[in-house]
T-cell receptor
Framework: GAGVSQTPSNKVTEKGKYVELRCDPI?????LYWYRQSLGQGPEFLIY????????DSGLPNDRFFAVRPEGSVSTLKIQRTERGDSAVYLC???????????????FGSGTRLTVV | GQQLNQSPQSMFIQEGEDVSMNCTSS?????WLWYKQDPGEGPVLLIA?????ELTSNGRLTAQFGITRKDSFLNISASIPSDVGIYFC???????????FGQGTELSVKP
């Protein structure tokens, strides 16, 4: 597609439930990133994929968070046993360059707003 | 998590005025970026700076990469109503594509 697509755009879930958030990157972009943005804050890095492998997952807050990118394109961010503190906008971005947003190649999606009640 | 120190947090200005915001860090970055975010959207890249001391313009926007590589500023000249939004600085180090973002500057423009 023309841009980074994230689904769903909004997700409301009950505390303790499992959720999956999907990201479709720009076709041909090899790098994919997940960020989390809390209200009134800048995005915070979660995980970065180069191809199918997680090159850096140092931003995942705990083992309830997991992300996959099995075929090197679509990625799914999975959150188990959701807590109210997980409520945030989860942003995905993709890039043509291995080391990041050179040449304006780092494009964000519109995000998934997750609300845990 | 780690964030850059961005100031001011918010600005209320009259249309036509110039705006300046800046970002500082205790760490060195190899690339500084400035993004704008509208409600319900992801950040959109405005300007990218790749070399210390670099001064780059994009229309009414001008940004500089500090000599120490620990700071950057963004200027917007002759503001217009569509400049309203939240502006973020972001730094890219040596760790792949991981960006560190500032807390944002919310800009309001009165017509």
């Amino acid at each position: 597609g023309a841009g980074v697509s994230q689904t769903p755009s909004n997700k409301v879930t009950e505390k303790g439930k499992y959720v999956e958030l999907r990201c479709d990157p720009i076709s041909g972009h090899t790098a994919l990133y997940w960020y989390r943005q809390s209200l009134g804050q800048g995005p915070e890095f979660l995980i970065y994929f180069q191809g199918t492998g997680a090159a850096d997952d140092s931003g995942l807050p705990n083992d309830r968070f997991f992300a996959v990118r099995p075929e090197g394109s679509v990625s799914t961010l999975k959150i188990q046993r959701t807590e109210r503190g997980d409520s945030a906008v989860y942003l995905c971005a993709s890039s043509t360059e291995r080391r990041g947003p050179y040449n304006y190649g780092y494009t964000f999606g519109s995000g998934t707003r997750l609300t845990v009640v | 998590g780690q964030q850059l120190n961005q100031s001011p947090q918010s600005m209320f200005i009259q249309e036509g005025e110039d705006v300046s915001m800046n970002c500082t860090s205790s760490s060195i970055f190899n690339t500084w970026l400035w993004y704008k975010q509208d409600p319900g959207e992801g950040p959109v890249l405005l300007i990218a700076l790749y070399k210390a001391g670099e001064l780059t313009s994009n229309g009414r926007l001008t940004a500089q990469f500090g000599i120490t590589r620990k700071d950057s500023f963004l200027n917007i000249s002759a503001s217009i109503p569509s400049d309203v939004g939240i502006y973020f600085c972001a730094g890219l180090g040596n760790q792949g594509g991981k960006l560190i973002f500032g807390q944002g500057t919310e800009l309001s423009v009165k017509p």
